[in-house]
């Protein structure tokens, strides 16, 4: 009666431990990859923020690199060489050919300087010191001063923030009025007292920097960390158990992530800034040391006539901020979970 | 309310006292005399004058002196304006300053609020990207620079706006522009970027699916939401404003406090520091206090009490 | 001019037309109100009172509104002022000034007795006057100030209302000048015990005896007006109706509303002269500061001995730093004092008195002497700090030095740019090695600049010390002061002394460059003291 339906021998075939794990449909096909994996992955697809990482690279490359080796020295002083506009080899385009427009007609300083051989890529100052070589040292010091304030804030105002947020009712009041005290000092006056209690220069300006800068990122984290406390996944951890050092790492920090890298990259100009204000009221880094805020200030005094004096170094501080600012955004969108693909 | 206000200004006395005894004995320390005319004189000439001011007396019971002073009203006499009483001097110099900065304020936060919002709702697009770069140009030029810059092309070779100087409200463009820069660019940034994480939230999406119209979903929900961590800024774009001022007075000749202040540091004037920082340290914390206080308005889940759950 | 604060940035454009034209009207309304003239300062105006003013722009503006005995003219020649004429006594210890009759700008009379009023008034230690040592050669100033005796027991008398008689310590040959320097001015007793503590706090509240009254300022204002005093003795003489100081702090800022046209006059700095070098509008100022650089003999052995100090001197090459990097009128220093400040017989002290060898530049021998110095002291090589303000001109000149120490070899600088005060005690209290000074001239007369370096004297930072040098200051101060010849030796020695020993490096005579409208006539200019008089300037 049943028709028996004669299979070949091979129609089937029994399936080895190998083969199964192969058909599973719930196996993830991608590699595991980690929260920082993740994040490199998603940022190396963010074409701003890639270009961003290589040029700030060659920014600190090159200042850094500096200390070592430099077109010229920073420090040389070759007065008759002074106030020489930009000559670039090969380029003849006014403002790059080393000429000058001086009393209506355009001269070429490098001749009437006796300098016809010679080739500074942005210029002279007035001492006659190459402007290249002092941006790259300006460079170097800007980002040295940004870098530990940045430091500080990542450090101090983060914990701070967070502890302050997290924990509430009284402890945070106390904390918030600590906070509003240090900010109701003007820094000014804590620049100043520490220049003179310290060794005047950079050390002092650091840690004048450091000490108010901190403030800012304590306020956003802690408004940020009490907004976060109250959703549902911080109260399930809660209820689960979880260690409060877990919670503030694991689940806080990941979501405060965005709130403090964009505040880092407005924390690193602002620390360039305030040392070139500082430069411009007078108690800046000691000459013959620069940064880039007492070029752009050096420069902003003669800008009517000798305009590339300010312009290289602003665009320099331009590109810098541009670069901390497209990859602040890239790294956000790394960062955040939430971000969609 | 009542309750929270009263504690408030309880602790906005307490930091002005803070505030004051840190700043008097820290300023005790600067290394020499609030004389003018220090470097002509010798030793015991100094001395002969500091007995008549008082300055001989020990640090506390001056800075005792100076509190019965202050609380009275009385915040002694410059020593740069060797006649004048700090209160008149500061009262007649704060008007140009205070409208400078609010002026600055104003404008660069509304534009700033305006640029970032435009550039989220058009994420991606050229409106954001000139937005970005709106805003990162506004970071990356020091007030100083930009001051200059404007004074040089749209004061001096335009000739639209006056290079230096106090008037009426012609005078004010220039020192406004230079420093609502920074707030214009931080306002501008926090509000695209909150505004882009609210826009992909539950709720807009909830509102949207509801069929609100995309002006109603703006301005009902997303601008609300993003518009909350501005407010936590607003504190510290006040002090880049008051730090922007000192720059941007001397270089637009503006007869306000911010260059006192630089000034009065420089040349130990005493009594004009001590007025200078109270004065910053009073508006700041009044700042300070708005925003929370706004901070409780704008988003309800923030208890003022403080009291933890 | 109302416009409404709401305009946005878009519509600058269509309202800046409307600007346009209020420009140019107000433009054209200040040219047609002729003898007018518009003048910068770098700061504000404090003080009013000749009392208690202390600092440049107070004594300027003093000189204009008011009137000493005597007047400042070009040159620093004394000119009469409200004395028509005056004798001094034969030892030049008494002097009397016969006054001419002339007003207040109240109406008052100006008398005798407002000087001895003012004299006491500055010289009393309750009034705290910063200036009052210039009395010092005034009879019992210097008792008076230290509450050793009454105040009237000061050395001045009147006269009867148009006669004042000055008894002086010992002879004093700059005397006419000191007393045509503000803070000798006559005061207005009823005007000032009228105002009491608002006395000359603001334009209203003072008077005025000078070719100018002030009309405007509020006592902390940025602006003030000057304009005619119709009571003045020699209002026919006094051409312009109105002078508007403008302080501008920042130097291109102030060279912008020059361009504009909003100040007639303005002065340069950086790197500004080198482009206006060649202008009509330039003009260079000399002033009687010099700036030079101490070296701090009490913490170093190495400062202390000559061989180095003279390596440092003839290392720097100041002709190349005042033509090359300053390029605004300052001048090589040829000694401490300034050149131009005193002559005798026409040659200038520094003709006289000056040291090529300790103000010029020679770097071979300069190594050479800092490879001995080293040698001396048993060192292989020296670092040490240079100490300098934190303005343009104390980083111009610190960095410039410091590039030519460091030909000399074997030796490391570094450099600290201080604010003015901090740099001012640190140097006080030794706390440096080396230090850029400057001094300014308080008086036309080489002894403002001698007496600093005495032994033990508290401008003496770098405690360098020479019995000669002292002798002779002394002798210049003492016994030959009213021995001109005699007195011209003692500081010529003197300055020698210290230059031969180069107790200090002389660097560069300040100068200040500016540019002024070429129809602005008549300005008198002097390097020492208040600098200005406008009372004979018009505008052509």
């Known amino acids: 009666m049943a028709d028996t339906v004669k299979l070949p021998e091979d129609s089937f075939k029994r399936i080895n431990a190998d083969d199964r794990a192969a058909l599973d449909s719930e196996k ?28 700030l690279a060659i920014v600190f490359i090159m200042a850094f690199g500096s200390l070592v080796v430099s077109p010229h020295d920073p420090n040389a002083v070759h007065p008759s060489y002074a106030n020489l506009p930009s000559k670039i080899p090969g380029i003849n385009i006014n403002g790059f050919n080393g000429t000058l427009v001086q009393a209506g007609e355009r001269i070429d300083a490098y001749k009437q300087a006796g300098a016809s051989s010679k080739f500074y890529v942005m210029g002279t100052d007035y001492l006659g010191r190459d402007l290249f070589s002092r941006v790259l040292y300006g460079t170097r010091i800007s980002l040295i001063i940004a870098l530990v304030a940045t430091l500080f804030d990542l450090t101090i105002g983060v914990t701070y923030g967070m502890f302050s947020g997290w924990k509430g009712g009284r402890i945070d009041t106390i904390m918030q009025r600590i906070i509003e005290i240090i900010l109701s000092i003007p820094n000014l006056v804590v620049i100043v007292l520490l220049i003179l209690i310290l060794k005047p220069g950079m050390t002092s300006i650091i840690i004048a920097i450091a000490l108010t800068s901190w403030t800012n990122m304590a306020r956003l984290v802690r408004a940020q960390t009490m907004e976060i406390k109250e959703q549902e996944y911080i109260l399930a951890a809660r209820t689960l158990g979880e260690r409060p050092m877990k919670i503030a790492f694991k689940h806080l920090l990941p979501n405060l992530s965005s709130v403090i890298i964009i505040n880092t990259m407005f924390t690193i100009p602002n620390a360039i800034f305030f040392e070139a204000t500082l430069s411009y009221i007078g108690i800046g880094i000691s000459s013959p040391q620069a940064s880039l805020g007492t070029l752009l200030n050096d420069g902003q005094k003669n800008f009517q006539f000798l305009p590339y004096q300010m312009w290289w170094p602003a665009l320099v501080l331009s590109i810098i901020m541009l670069a901390f600012n497209l990859l602040g955004d890239g790294l956000r969108d790394a960062f955040d979970p939430r971000t969609k693909e | 309310m009542a309750k929270y206000l009263a504690k408030r200004i309880f602790y906005l006395i307490l930091t002005l006292f803070i505030v004051i005894t840190v700043t008097f004995f820290l300023m005790k320390l600067l290394p020499g005399t609030p004389l003018t005319n220090q470097a002509k004189l010798s030793k015991s000439q100094i001395a002969l004058i500091y007995e008549q001011y008082g300055l001989n007396k020990p640090v506390w019971q001056q800075y005792l002196l100076y509190l019965a002073g202050a609380v009275r009203g009385n915040f002694g006499t410059s020593f740069q304006f060797s006649d004048q009483p700090v209160s008149y001097l500061l009262s007649s110099r704060i008007g140009p300053s205070l409208q400078i900065g609010l002026q600055a304020m104003i404008f660069g936060v509304i534009l700033g609020i305006l640029v970032g919002s435009f550039g989220a709702m058009r994420q991606n697009t050229w409106v954001d990207t000139t937005a970005t770069v709106v805003s990162i140009l506004g970071i990356s030029i020091p007030s100083f620079v930009l001051a200059v810059l404007l004074q040089y092309y749209l004061g001096l070779k335009l000739g639209w706006f006056p290079i230096a100087e106090w008037g009426g409200f012609i005078y004010t463009v220039l020192p406004t522009l230079a420093l609502g820069a920074t707030p214009l660019a931080e306002s501008a940034r926090f509000v695209r970027t909150e505004m882009v994480d609210v826009l992909s939230s539950d709720y807009i999406e909830l509102a949207k699916a509801k069929g609100l119209s995309r002006t109603g979903v703006i301005y009902h929900h997303a601008l609300r939401n993003s518009l909350i961590p501005l407010i936590t800024i607003v504190g510290p774009l006040a002090v880049n404003i008051m730090t922007g001022s000192m720059v941007v007075e001397n270089i637009f000749s503006i007869p306000g406090i911010g260059e006192q202040f630089v000034k009065s540091v420089l040349t130990n004037d005493y009594p004009t520091i001590m007025g200078l920082t109270i004065i910053y340290s009073f508006m700041l914390c009044v700042v300070l206090l708005f925003t929370d206080i706004l901070y409780g308005i704008v988003d309800p889940r923030i208890r003022l009490t403080g009291k933890a759950n | 001019m109302k416009i409404n604060s709401a305009v946005k940035l878009g519509t600058v454009a269509t309202f800046a037309a409307v600007l346009l034209a209020a420009c140019g009207s107000s433009s054209t309304s200040s040219s047609s109100s002729k003898q007018t003239l518009n003048w910068m300062e770098s700061s504000a105006l404090p003080s009013m009172d000749s009392s208690t003013a202390t600092d440049v722009v107070s004594g300027e503006t003093m000189n204009n509104t008011g009137e000493g005995l005597l007047r400042i003219g070009k040159n620093s020649s004394i000119h009469p002022g409200v004395a028509k004429s005056y004798t001094k006594s034969k030892d030049g210890k008494t002097y009397t000034f016969n006054l001419r009759k002339s007003n207040w700008s109240n109406g008052d009379k100006v008398t005798a007795k407002d000087f001895v009023y003012a004299w ?9 006057s910063q200036y009052a040592y210039m009395y010092a050669q005034v009879k019992n100033a210097n008792a008076i100030m230290n509450k050793k005796k009454p105040v009237s027991s000061l050395g001045i008398k009147a006269v009867g209302n148009y006669k004042v008689v000055v008894t002086l310590t010992q002879a004093t040959s700059y005397f006419p000048s000191l007393v045509a320097s503000p803070m000798f001015f006559p005061q207005n007793k009823s005007v000032v015990q009228k105002y009491g503590k608002k006395y000359a706090t603001n334009a209203a509240d003072n008077v005025y005896n000078g070719p100018f009254k002030l009309t405007y300022w509020t006592g902390t204002s940025d602006n003030w007006t000057m304009s005619k005093n119709t009571k003045y003795w020699n209002a026919k003489n006094v051409k312009l109706k109105k002078i508007n100081f403008k302080t501008m702090k920042d130097p291109q800022t102030a060279l912008s509303q020059y361009q504009s046209g909003k100040l007639d006059a303005t002065y340069l700095s950086g790197q500004q002269p080198k482009n206006y070098k060649n202008s009509k509008q330039y003009v260079e100022r000399k002033s009687a500061s010099t700036f030079y650089i101490e070296l701090n003999e009490k913490k170093d052995s190495m400062m202390k001995n000559k061989k180095a100090r003279q390596a440092l001197s003839l290392a720097i090459n100041r ?17 401490l004092v300034s050149t131009g400040l005193a002559s005798k017989n026409g040659t200038d002290f520094n003709t006289a008195a000056g040291v090529s060898s300790a103000t010029s530049q020679d770097l071979t021998k300069a190594k ?11 060192r292989s090589s020296y670092s040490f700090t240079l100490m300098a303000d934190d303005t343009p001109a104390g980083k111009n000149i610190a960095e410039y030095v410091q590039s030519q120490w460091a030909k000399l070899g074997n030796i490391k600088v570094t450099n600290s740019n201080l604010p003015f005060k901090t740099r001012l005690s640190r140097s006080q209290n030794g706390q440096f090695d080396a230090v850029v000074s400057a001094w300014g001239a308080d008086f036309p007369d080489p002894i403002s600049f001698l007496s600093l370096f005495t032994s033990g004297n508290s401008y003496n930072n770098g405690k360098w010390s020479s019995k000669a040098y002292d002798k002779d200051v002394a002798a210049a101060t003492g016994k030959d002061a009213n021995n001109s010849s005699a007195r011209w030796t003692d500081m010529v020695n003197a300055q020698k002394t210290l230059l031969n020993d180069q107790g200090i490096i002389p660097v560069y005579q300040q100068g200040k460059a500016q540019l002024v409208k070429s129809d602005v006539k008549g300005l008198i200019y002097f390097p020492t003291g208040a600098n200005w008089d406008f009372s004979q300037a018009y505008i052509k």
């Open chain 3, 120 to 128: 006491q008034r500055t010289v009393n230690p309750k009034t705290a």
């Open chain 1, 28 to 55: 993830i096909a991608a590699p595991s990859l980690t929260f920082a994996q993740d994040a490199w992955r998603r940022l190396k697809k963010n074409k701003g923020a890639w270009v961003s990482l290589i040029v």
């Open chain 3, 319 to 335: 002709k190349q730093f005042v033509n090359k990097v300053l390029a605004d009128g300052s001048t090589t220093a040829k000694g």
């Open chain 3, 368 to 378: 050479k002497l800092w490879k001995e110095a080293l040698k001396e002291t048993g």
